[in-house]
């Protein structure tokens, strides 16, 4: 790795405790309002997902949450149990499973103030359009490259070390 110069590292600084905080402040508020609706966070996050799309197909939500299909398949059983969603089959394509609001589902959503995404879309409302999109490209970059490190150090994680095939 390459150190960092000394003029940026204190940007660079900045920059990674602008994220953490985010982050960190995200999960706070999903948790405090998923413990208050009796939710977890991420039923929370579908509940208020489904309230604004109003239906959505397993790999849709799946994408959207960033979750696998496994792990959002668990979510809605649960969710299902409790009366929250149905699933129900597409009319255009009778292979698609939708995912919607059940009546108490919806009630719940209203009741809960405030969905974590919203705050970042009202904060990022008082960008201007080319503060935005210069900022996705950022991000998008930031994205990438971590994606890449991330992906070459858990490579090099499954690699026999030598001492191992030594033995």
């Known amino acids: 790795m390459t ?33 208050r609706a009796q939710l977890t966070g991420p039923q929370l996050t579908v509940v208020k997902l489904l309230e604004t799309i109003e239906d959505l197909s397993l790999s849709e939500l799946s994408e959207r949450i960033r979750a696998q299909n496994s792990t959002v398949t668990g979510i809605i059983d649960r969710m299902e149990r409790e009366g929250l969603v149905v699933r129900e089959r597409s009319k255009e394509d009778r292979r698609v499973v939708k995912i919607r609001l059940t009546d108490k589902g919806a009630e719940l959503a209203r009741e809960i103030p405030v969905e974590p995404m919203e705050v970042f879309r009202q904060a990022l409302s008082s960008l201007t359009k080319d503060e935005v999109r210069d900022l996705l490209r950022i991000l998008s970059k930031l994205t990438k490259k971590a994606k890449t490190i991330i992906k070459r150090d858990i490579t090099a994680e499954e690699r026999p070390s030598r001492s191992r095939l030594e033995d």
Do not use: W
Request: no cysteine.
């Open 3 to 35: 150190p960092l110069e000394p003029d940026i590292k204190n940007d660079v600084d900045q920059v990674i405790e602008t994220i953490v905080y985010l982050y960190t402040e995200s999960r706070r508020l999903t948790k405090e309002l998923a413990r």
